[in-house]
């Protein structure tokens, strides 16, 4: 089975402080992802990766950057996090070239902003 | 541009009685179509997909979805619950191009004793 693998179940970060958010998965899947999840707005695609060192921008990348320096590892920073990043983040990961394979999730992180 | 529609919110219903969790999309392209599951404090589970071929799929817990291509949509039912299914599920597209998921906002199902 796919293992997709978040490194915090829980976090608590201030106002302004650099996060990070760490997704690893076991599968040497190319593609991988990050969503936010809040009530009522489903997931929410932040950014994603098709291969090493390579990003595209989702439909929320403002304030956050990502960085996927190996295949199996994917990122996600927030610069200077404020109170409205608090939410849950959800990483997958899929295998490339096509469409139809699923996205494998994480357990998710659930990440306070005070 | 895609989108996927869950019409409904929240979706209480008694064990042991049947269930329909709508999903409608809009696509210009061929798609596939899947359901994910998320139980509380967890991450999403695959439940089904629809990629090709006969238009009911099947999970092996008793859900089932039928892809209705001239109404575009991809409704999930199970003819009998049980308090187990009490979780929040998630209808996604993808393009026949591509590798990007759409997802709706999500229906949560709950099953009341």
């Known amino acids: 089975d796919v293992k997709v693998t978040q490194s915090s179940r829980y976090l608590v970060k201030r106002t302004g402080e650099k996060v990070f958010l760490e997704c690893v998965q076991d599968m040497d899947h190319e593609n991988m992802f990050w969503y936010r999840q809040d009530p009522g707005l489903g997931l929410r695609l932040i950014y994603f990766?098709?291969?090493?060192?390579?990003?595209e921008k989702g439909d929320i990348p403002e304030g956050y950057s990502v960085s996927r320096e190996k295949k199996e590892r994917f990122s996600l920073i927030l610069e200077s996090a404020s109170t409205n990043q608090t939410s849950m983040y959800l990483c997958?990961?899929?295998?490339?070239?096509?469409?139809?394979?699923?996205?494998?999730f994480g357990d998710g992180t659930r990440l306070s902003i005070l | 541009a895609q989108s996927v529609t869950q019409l409904d919110s929240q979706v209480p219903v008694f064990e042991e009685a049947p269930v329909e969790l709508r999903c409608n999309y809009s696509s210009s392209v061929s798609v596939y179509l899947f359901w994910y599951v998320q139980y509380p404090n967890q991450g999403l589970q695959l439940l089904l997909k629809y990629l090709s071929g006969s238009t009911l799929v099947e999970s092996i817990n008793g859900f089932e979805a039928e892809f209705n291509k001239s109404q575009t949509s991809f409704h999930l039912r199970k003819p009998s619950v049980h308090i187990s299914d009490t979780a929040e599920y998630f209808c996604?597209?993808?393009?026949?191009?591509?590798?990007?998921?759409?997802f709706g906002t999500g229906t949560s199902l709950t099953v009341i004793p």
């Open positions: 990766s098709y291969d090493v060192k390579m990003k």
């Open positions: 997958a990961s899929s295998s490339a070239g096509v469409s139809n394979q699923p996205q494998h």
């Open positions: 996604a597209v993808s393009k026949n191009t591509g590798n990007q998921f759409y």
